[in-house]
């Protein structure tokens, strides 16, 4: 009786845990962004990014970490002709209840070339870009992803000729 009274209690205590994580993961550390009336998107060649002006903004973010980001919104599609392109565009999944944001969908639709994809910000954060992936038919979509500078010094490799170097509070947090 007692063995059948321990095994309960151990898978009670396994499904809380694993329920724990689950809403920790999903729901606990995003906020919902307020409305924008803009993004930035950066001019080819240019460094700094200039806002470009959006509407129908939705938005998700968590201070745990900058790859929690997503948004979706509506843009001037012809407007985007100046601003820089992004060459390597890889939506990352968004929590299932932001349901605007469906990252497969849209890399399908990058790789189709249905969607072209900007740069936002290029290091906003040391090693992260904010990247806007825009349809002809105006619909937007943000996500922030590790850049080749921070994919190098996240995996401990040597960063690549263009890198800036790393703050030394990123460097410090690495060790």
């Known amino acids: 009786m007692t063995g059948r009274i321990l095994a309960i209690a151990l898978i009670a205590c396994a499904l809380a845990a694993g329920g724990a994580v689950y809403y920790l993961q999903v729901y606990a550390f995003y906020e919902e ?40 919104f509506t843009v001037e599609a012809s407007a985007l002709a100046p601003y820089q392109p992004y060459e390597t565009p ?11 944001f469906d990252a497969e ?5 990058l790789e189709e070339g249905r969607a072209a994809a900007y740069l936002s910000e290029r290091d906003f954060q040391y090693g992260f ?18 850049s080749a500078c921070g994919t190098a010094l ?18 410090e947090d690495l060790r």
């Open 90 to 100: 890889t939506p990352l999944i968004a929590p299932g209840w932001f349901e605007c």
């Open 129 to 146: 870009d904010r990247v806007v992936a825009a349809y002809p038919d105006g619909r937007a979509y943000a996500w922030h992803q590790l």
């Open 33 to 72: 962004l307020p409305a924008r009336e803009s993004i930035p998107l950066t001019p080819m060649g240019a460094v700094e990014p200039r806002p470009v002006p959006v509407s129908d903004f939705e938005g998700i973010d968590s201070a745990s970490s900058p790859l929690r980001f997503r948004a979706c």
């Open 105 to 109: 969908d849209i890399a399908i639709a």
């Open 154 to 171: 996240y995996d401990g490799d040597p960063l690549p000729a263009d890198c800036p170097p790393p703050p030394e509070s990123v460097t």
